[in-house]
């Protein structure tokens, strides 16, 4: 006997988030993803330059590697200014402490918590 499938408006989303804001969410978390991409092609590229410098003019190029950390730290706050920004206009604020409820490295979407805050998000049930 093979099971019957839940119908899509019956399954609960892994996350502890009401469905809205699991939304919310992902379209936040999908524009800090492309920040740390761009980052990651930013960094790769700025050393494969430092190496070839080096390979050309000698050791000394490679003081450009000093380059390539505040590039990255420039681009990471912008990333994290962006998520700020998109979690004002998208309304993904705690109904708590009203802080932005997205972070990089947050739990919020599997506890349903605020991570400033740690106040309680979703309702339960």
């Not at 309304?91 to 919020?108: K, N, Q």
């Amino acid at each position: 006997m093979t099971p019957v499938p839940t119908p899509l408006h019956a399954m609960r989303d892994p996350s502890g988030l009401p469905p809205e804001l699991e939304a919310k969410r992902r379209v936040i978390a999908k524009a800090y993803n492309d920040v740390a991409k761009l980052n990651l092609l930013i960094v790769m590229g700025l050393l494969l330059a430092v190496m070839f410098l080096v390979a050309r003019l000698g050791h000394a190029a490679i003081y450009g590697l000093g380059v390539i950390l505040p590039v990255e730290v420039a681009v990471m706050y912008y990333g994290v200014r962006r998520g700020d920004a998109l979690c004002r206009k998208m309304d993904f604020l705690c109904p708590h402490c009203h802080r932005p409820l997205f972070e990089a490295r947050s739990t919020a979407y599997l506890t349903g918590t605020c991570p400033k805050c740690r106040a309680r998000v979703a309702s339960d049930g």
